[in-house]
């Protein structure tokens, strides 16, 4: 799988394939990542050879539109897809900084930034914060 960041393909955004497994814990947003429906698989040898870490696969979103001081929704915003997957509690520290070079952050990042809002309601309530 090369740099899948850049290509749109047709995607189907769904709910979460299944719950995360024992270990997988910290969860991640890819932030205007699309992966190809059906290529879950690819994208998880991806992320192993790319950044040596076990990661997976949980679901993407769109995002809601961006918004004012004042609350109010910013025009021609929103519409983005994140993809989010979980990684393994044991390659949380090596994955700490190489992710930032890729625009991966923590789902806690936006979470504790205010940005939230970005995302459905229910998707939020069904995701707290891990820290």
């Known amino acids: 799988m ?6 749109r393909h047709k995607i189907k ?4 394939i299944r719950m995360k497994s024992d ?3 910290q969860l991640c947003v890819w932030e205007g990542m699309i992966l190809e429906e059906g290529d879950e698989q690819g994208f998880i040898t991806f992320m192993l050879q790319e950044f040596d870490v076990r990661v997976q696969y949980h679901t993407q ?6 918004i004012d001081g004042h609350g109010i929704p910013i025009r021609d915003t929103g519409g983005r897809n994140d993809l989010f997957f979980y990684v393994h509690k044991d390659d949380v520290g090596k994955f700490a900084v190489p992710r930032l070079k890729a625009g991966i952050r923590w789902w806690e990042d936006i979470f504790f ?3 939230e809002y970005l995302y459905q309601e229910h998707f939020v309530e069904e995701h707290p914060p891990t820290w």
């Not at 090369?2 to 290509?7: C, G, L, S, T, V």
């Not at 955004?13 to 979460?16: D, G, N, R, S």
């Open 23 to 25: 270990g997988f814990t």
């Open 13 to 16: 955004v769904e709910p979460p």
């Open 113 to 115: 930034n205010g940005q």
């Open 61 to 66: 979103v769109l995002t809601n539109p961006s």
């Open 2 to 7: 090369n740099d899948e960041r850049h290509i």
